[in-house]
């Protein structure tokens, strides 16, 4: 298929810009199918764009009783399609509600875990002009799209026109575009039909994510860099407050914990840069959030790995593991139906309100340090313990040092994103490399610790609840062998991964960094 | 990807009309086809309303100078694109005297168009030449349209014989009865006992009939302007029956 070679918009509701094609001394004649037909559209994306950060766009039209989804890349070409038989598809849905074949298998590597949403709804009553040469033969077809957006805003659109070549036929097509173009009334348009239809509602495609994309000056008060920061996490967990209740995908809980995260240790590492007593009074509250999600998540995390986990089985069968499988999801349930509770609680309600009236308080403050320095002194102390607590462990060290330490390179991390917008994107991305290298040691060391003892917990858990075949537990065992293993592995490559965290390199692009943003 | 090559070393006996009318029969169906108008006369371009014309001409493209992709045109009908003939093909034979291994030399330059086309077919000029030889080799499946003569069933044997020496693959080969006279007595008798008698003669056949004639004058299949005419008809039993000789998977994109 050709994709769209130009595209136009025309101010004029009525207007017929193609007519212009059919004046005498044209070369070319336009032909005008009987009747435009009346298509429904729906674009999908994941929460966070994913299809269109990766130049993608998935369309699902419904025309004359035949419903298809189409996926395209940026020149419009299509890359997959698949016709829908009834029962349709009900989105949100996850990539499992689609059948197997070229397009699913194209999506899914973008797409991941995240469920497909709805980002746009549209009828179009697209009118369909051939253009013929004096042979009569089509050069070009002329689509007339007159659009009403129905979500995320009812309106209607200025018609759109998108003149496509026929193969071999690109000079034409082009000639065809230039008369257009010169009609009056008719400009260029490089907004997608996705993107004119957001436009309407005064949004734009990939206005989500998860991270923290907002601009600090080195010189502005600490105070209201602090606030600004807070307030966009604050946004980020608020967006995804509806998607959790709704259990669309894993993703909105995990990005929502994310932002609680974040806000604690920026509460705990600079939180006394706010005006007196924020810091003190929110703290619990943060705490309450990240208790609350936390039982799902986990159970979240099993569940995702779950399959990998099957797969790994070498004495036991995966069949062996089903109770398990069960009993994750039960407790999954049940974890979810608590976290609905917390989150539909007044007191959340209530800290969000409240959070939200401090914040803008404290961005008003005109308070001293300024950012630059507060960031540097922070990321400064961060790193200095990171360098004195790594270098006390020694290979005899208890499994809580490097606990410890992991909690301390997370602060570090966290620190380095907060404030990120004061520093150089490369040195930034340079500094954070190196601290991630250690941090996913360190977290594949912890992770499977705590693995081995929910493991233990389940086991017992099951055991009580009576009914688990030994099998299933024999399975278990095996699971928590593996994890041990890795451990064992993650616990041997830590002397070597910190040593290149703190060897004179890291430290110095580190102190580099520091010393740009407190200039 | 599977080719079909019309051939005859007759002309006039309409391998042209064949050609058009099954490759626009294999797009309806969804598979995704491309017709090499091979005649230097280019009576499928015209029927399909493009130019018969190759920047380079037929020696660009059998030495490579000029890629396949560069010269293929979209007709106006979905799926089905063509590569248009041009004057100079009439030296093709002296273009692939020139090239290595002349006998493979379409084959080779068919290769690259696998992903993009399912269905591939070659309209040939009549006669016996090296052009023919490289489109004997290079087709998969060939159709030989015979007017049903003592004559014509004489030259499918030495088509046979002339194949049975090739090394390797063979194409199939599927003759089937072509303008037939209903007023001919020899004619109809010919068209009804050979294919009971021969497995490599198709049990389809097309009349001579008028509407295929207007082929001509409408510029298109009359698959497309006719549908439902006895011609059509005739011609979607032929492409059934080549469909299943040739072993021609479903179309890829029946789906949607």
Redesign the interface.
């Known amino acids: 298929m ?1 994709s769209v070679l130009r595209q136009y918009v025309v101010d004029c509701e009525d207007a017929e810009p193609e007519q212009a094609l059919n004046l005498p001394g044209s070369p070319f004649t336009v032909s005008a199918a009987a009747r435009p037909a009346s298509v429904r559209r729906l674009w999908l994306d994941t929460f966070d764009w994913r299809l269109y950060r990766s130049g993608l766009t998935l369309e699902q039209t419904s025309a004359r009783g035949a419903t ?1 989804l189409v996926l395209t890349g940026r020149d419009g070409a299509v890359i997959a ?3 829908l038989s009834p029962p349709l598809v009900k989105w949100p849905g996850r990539l499992d509600v689609l059948p197997l ?1 070229p397009l699913r298998d194209q999506l899914a590597p973008v797409v991941g875990v995240r469920a497909l949403l709805p980002v746009a709804r549209a009828v179009s009553s697209v009118r369909e002009n ?1 253009v013929l040469n004096v ?4 050069v070009a077809r002329i689509a007339v799209d007159r659009m009403s957006v129905t979500f995320p805003e009812p309106r209607s659109l200025p018609p759109r026109v998108a003149v496509t070549p ?4 690109q000079q034409q097509a082009a000639q065809v575009a230039a008369v257009l173009a010169a009609v009056p009334g008719v400009s260029e348009g490089s907004q997608s039909a996705l993107e004119a239809a957001l436009a309407a509602a005064g949004r734009r495609p990939g206005d989500y994510s998860s991270k923290i994309s907002i601009r600090l000056a080195p010189r502005m008060p600490a105070s209201a860099a602090l606030a600004t920061v807070c307030t966009a996490l604050l946004d980020t967990l608020e967006a995804n407050v509806d998607g959790t209740l709704r259990d669309l995908d894993t993703e909105f809980l995990h990005d929502l914990r994310i932002a609680v995260r974040r806000s604690r240790s920026a509460l705990k590492l600079a939180g006394d840069a706010l005006p007196d007593g924020v810091a003190k009074r929110f703290a619990p509250e943060f705490k309450w959030l990240s208790d609350l999600t936390t039982p799902t998540r986990d159970l979240d995390v099993y569940l995702l790995g779950f399959p990998g986990m099957a797969a790994g089985l070498v004495a036991a069968t995966a069949d062996e593991l089903e109770p398990f499988h069960d009993h994750l999801r039960r407790s999954r349930a049940a974890a979810q139906r608590q976290l609905a509770r917390g989150l539909r609680s007044a007191r959340f309600g209530r800290f969000r309100k409240e959070w939200r009236q401090a914040l803008a308080a404290a961005g008003a403050a005109r308070t001293r340090p300024s950012a630059g320095r507060l960031a540097a002194s922070r990321i400064g102390r961060a790193h200095r313990r990171v360098i004195r607590d790594g270098g006390a462990i020694t290979a005899t060290s208890p499994p809580e040092s490097l606990h410890e330490l992991r909690k301390r390179c997370k602060e570090l991390r966290y620190l380095l994103e907060l404030f990120g917008s004061l520093y150089d994107p490369g040195e930034l991305w340079r500094a954070v490399r190196d601290l991630k290298a250690l941090q996913d040691c360190l977290g594949e060391f912890q992770d499977t610790q705590v693995q081995q003892d929910e493991l233990r917990a389940f086991a017992a858990q099951m055991m009580a609840e009576g009914g688990t075949p030994a099998a299933t537990l024999l399975a278990m065992g095996e699971i928590a062998a593996g994890l041990a293993a890795r451990q064992h592995r993650a616990r041997s490559e830590f002397a070597g991964r910190f040593r290149d965290f703190a060897g004179p390199a890291s430290q110095g692009r580190i102190q580099a960094l520091i010393g740009t943003a407190a200039a | 990807m599977k080719t079909f090559a019309t051939y005859n070393i007759k002309g006039g006996v309409g391998k042209t009309a064949t050609a058009v009318n099954l490759s626009y029969l294999a797009a309806r169906d969804g598979y995704r086809v491309l017709l090499w108008d091979l005649d230097p006369q280019g009576a499928a371009s015209f029927l ?4 018969p014309r190759v920047k380079g001409g037929g020696k660009a493209l059998i030495r490579g100078t000029r890629p396949i992709d560069d ?4 007709t ?1 009908f979905d799926n089905l ?1 063509l590569l248009p003939s041009d004057f100079t093909y009439r030296n093709l034979d002296l273009v692939l005297d020139s090239a290595r291994k002349p006998a493979r030399r379409l084959g080779s330059l068919l290769a690259p168009l696998d992903a993009e086309y399912d269905v591939i077919f070659l309209d040939c000029p009549p006669g016996i030449s090296l052009l023919s030889e490289s489109v004997l080799h290079a087709a998969d499946t060939l159709l030989v349209p015979l007017i049903p003569t003592t004559l014509s069933v004489r030259t499918l044997d030495q088509l046979t014989e002339f194949i049975g020496g090739f090394d390797g693959s063979r194409p199939t080969i599927l003759a089937f009865f072509s303008m037939i006279d209903r007023r001919k007595r020899l004619h109809i008798q010919i068209a009804e006992q050979l294919p009971a008698q021969r497995d490599d003669v198709a049990a389809a056949a097309v009349p001579a009939l008028s509407v295929i004639e207007q082929m001509s004058v409408r ?1 298109a299949p009359v698959t497309a302007f006719a549908p439902r005419s006895a011609a059509a008809r005739c011609y979607g039993e032929l492409w059934q029956e080549a469909r299943e000789r040739g072993k021609l998977p479903a179309p890829p994109s029946a ?2």
């Open positions: 050709q298809d399609a698949d016709r074949g051939r042979d009569d033969k089509i026929l193969r071999g036929y | 399909f309303r493009i130019r010269t293929i045109k979209a106006d694109d510029r789906a949607w």
